[in-house]
């Protein structure tokens, strides 16, 4: 019992140095992981008090779009619909400058929309965007949206489907004879 007080000090300095080392730090984020936390904050949001989580990953035109939205434009942005992330991949990156980057991604997810649809009714999202992320006191900031592509696959209904239905000869074992087909 003597080591007991050792070895909990011992795990609580490793399990406080692991987080502290393992989680990136602001200041040590990449261009890329800064695109990704944003997108995390923007689709996960919860409430409108939220919107300084936004700000902390912003500049420029995009921070004060964000800090000019009305409390509804910022519901119904963020927090009013459902997303489900299918995918997130960062596309191209090309550095500008030392201190400015532009991050293409793509990100694919099912619009869930207001009503939380199912997700056999929802439509499924494709977008690429294209950033540009500048280092502002130490840290990289989303400065600006300087390109989107969307596409938005809707989902058919079954009564819309067109399936094909084979023609005569094609389901029957044997191809019809020349007296089958010529006989009045």
Known sequence: MRWFPWRLIFVTLIITGCTNMCGVKRAAMTPEQVVEAYLNVALNMKEVGERDKLLDYTTGNLRHAIESASVDTIR???????????????????????RETEIAFQLTYNDLGVENKPLQDAPKVTTENTVAVV????E???????????SIDFPVSEESRITAKPGPGIDEPQAPTIEESTAP
Do not use: C, F
């Not at 119904?76 to 489900?84: E, K, N, V």
């Open 140 to 150: 990289w900031m989303i400065r600006d949206v300087m390109g989107n592509k969307t």
């Open 135 to 138: 280092k502002s006191g130490g």
């Open 76 to 98: 119904t942005a963020y927090i009013d619909r459902r997303y489900q992330i299918l995918n997130y991949s960062v596309v191209e990156r090309r550095d500008r400058t030392p």
